[in-house]
Every structure is written in C-alpha cells, then in structure tokens.
C-alpha cells in the first residue's frame, strides 16, 4: 500500500495527520493537493531569522495564511526567542514548539507542564515553562 491509500486509514481511526518541515526538501506545494492532511509544520529554517529576514517573515505569513485558506493547522518548529513567538502569533500561527517554551524534559516533568498550561475546556495556551 502507498502512504496516500493509507491516509482514509488513519482518519476512520482518528488520527490526524501532518507534514513535517514543509517549505524544505520533499515537502512540496503540491502535497497540499495529493494528501488530506491536518497540519502543515514549518521548518525551523524559517523560523530562526524571522524577526531579522523579510523572505523569512514573507515566507512564513504566507504559508500560514495559505494553509489556513485550505482549512490546514500550522505548526511552527523551533521557536527560541520572545520576539519569534510574537511574530507568529501576529500571523495566527496555531501551534508553535521550541527551547522558548521548554528544553526536552522526562515525561514526568512534561506532565507537570501540561497541567500548568491546561485549561477548563482541556484545550492548552501558548505558554513559556
């Protein structure tokens, strides 16, 4: 079975579904049109210079404002500075990861830090650890 087939797959079971460092490598534009996906989670390449470079700054509005037309979620990976974190949430960035919010930590210890950023309905904020 190809990864395509395997996709309807996966939903009937609940599980979403992303691509990983979109902008870069094999993570093409036409992607968006050959898999039902969830989650579209942008390369920290693009990410790193975004307060400083104006392609990078471009780049990312651009793709989020795409992936959002297409009813896709974003992700942005490696986010390290306060300013990083502004910027994307100006943007709408829905999800964001990096050292800004935590360093790798123990399951236990990531426990403990869902339950601080948690909130009543279950769903989680935008929070630094």
Same mark, same amino acid.
């Given at each position: @079975? #190809? /990864? ?10 609940? !599980?979403? /579904? ?5 902008? #870069?490598?094999?993570? &093409? *534009?036409?992607? %968006? ?13 693009? !990410?790193?210079?975004?307060? /400083?470079?104006? $392609? ?5 509005? &651009?793709? !989020?404002?795409? =992936? ?7 992700? =942005? ?5 306060? &300013?990083?974190?502004? @910027? %994307? ?6 999800? =964001? ?10 399951? $236990? &210890?990531?426990?403990?830090? *869902?339950?601080? #950023? ?10 630094? =650890?």
């Amino acid at each position: @079975m #190809t /990864v395509l087939s395997w996709i309807p797959h996966y939903r009937n079971h609940g !599980i979403e /579904v992303s691509i990983d460092d979109f902008g #870069t490598g094999f993570s &093409a *534009l036409s992607y %968006l049109k050959q898999f039902d996906i969830d989650y579209l989670k942008i390369d920290r390449s693009f !990410i790193s210079e975004i307060t /400083v470079d104006e $392609s990078d700054k471009a780049l990312t509005e &651009a793709i !989020i404002v795409m =992936a959002h037309k297409l009813g896709i979620k974003t992700i =942005a990976e490696g986010v390290e500075t306060r &300013a990083q974190h502004d @910027m %994307l949430r100006l943007f709408g960035c829905d999800y =964001a990861q990096g050292f800004w919010y935590s360093r790798p930590v123990p399951a $236990s &210890a990531f426990e403990t830090i *869902l339950g601080r #950023t948690q909130t009543e309905d279950g769903s989680f904020f935008f929070h630094r =650890a």
